[in-house]
């Protein structure tokens, strides 16, 4: 009777990079991405605590590849559990390379969007600086979202006197009603339903 053995991984982190989907020669989808966690610790004798990141190279192959393609992005917090594997290869440059990685068989997302995409926005603003605008620069100003005072004039002045016309005609209308009333007043009476063609 063989011992039992036992390979299982456990992890959860946030992904590294955005997940990066391939598919092989006979069609087969394989996802790739990087997961890192954080352990920390404190020293015999010291003050402070230690801090150390791990990064994990972790693979999904078929519908979960597809699956973490899809859900998965930059940042979010995630539970992975899967095996580990090595492989090596020979690089272009003619040296071997080994590469230890997590193949995992099960995916759990421990976040909201809401809170990854604020994250990454919170990043992207820390690692990017600011652009400075020279003094003398002139910024162009879209006239879409900012229209100038003049044309805003001009487009109200159009709209008053429209509302001015309009009112205009519907007076000379309510006019002209009035007199037709006043004409056709006391003649109905000479009317005989007879004549009425219906």
């Given amino acids: 009777m063989s011992a039992r053995s036992l390979n299982k991984v456990m992890l959860?982190?946030?992904?590294?990079r955005d997940p990066e989907l391939r598919y092989t020669p006979q069609g087969t989808a394989v996802c790739s991405?990087?997961?890192?966690?954080?352990?920390?610790w404190m020293p015999e004798g010291a003050t402070e605590r230690r801090e150390e990141t791990e990064f994990h190279r972790i693979v999904a192959w078929n519908k979960l590849a597809e699956l973490?393609?899809?859900?998965l992005s930059k940042g979010?917090?995630?539970y992975v559990e899967g095996r580990l594997q090595t492989r090596s290869w020979i690089a272009p440059?003619?040296?071997?390379?080994?590469?230890?990685?997590?193949v995992i068989d099960d995916m759990i997302i421990l976040d909201s969007r809401r809170v990854t995409e604020e994250f990454v926005a919170a990043n992207v603003s820390e690692a990017v600086p600011a652009a400075t605008i020279?003094?003398?620069?002139?910024v162009p100003v879209p006239q879409t979202v900012v229209p100038s005072t003049a044309a805003q004039a001009t487009d109200d002045s159009a709209l008053d006197e429209k509302?001015?016309?309009?009112?205009?005609?519907?007076?000379e209308d309510m006019k002209?009603?009035?007199?037709?009333?006043?004409?056709?007043?006391g003649k109905t009476d000479d009317i005989n339903p007879d004549d009425i063609p219906f």
């Fill in 93 to 102: 440059d003619g040296n071997q390379r080994i590469a230890t990685e997590i």
């Fill in 76 to 78: 979010r917090k995630a």
């Fill in 33 to 40: 991405f990087g997961l890192a966690t954080n352990r920390s």
């Fill in 176 to 185: 002209e009603e009035k007199e037709v009333k006043e004409e056709t007043k």
């Fill in 163 to 171: 509302a001015k016309t309009e009112k205009e005609e519907k007076k």
């Fill in 68 to 71: 973490c393609s899809q859900l």
């Fill in 134 to 138: 020279p003094v003398n620069t002139t």
């Fill in 12 to 16: 959860i982190g946030n992904l590294t």
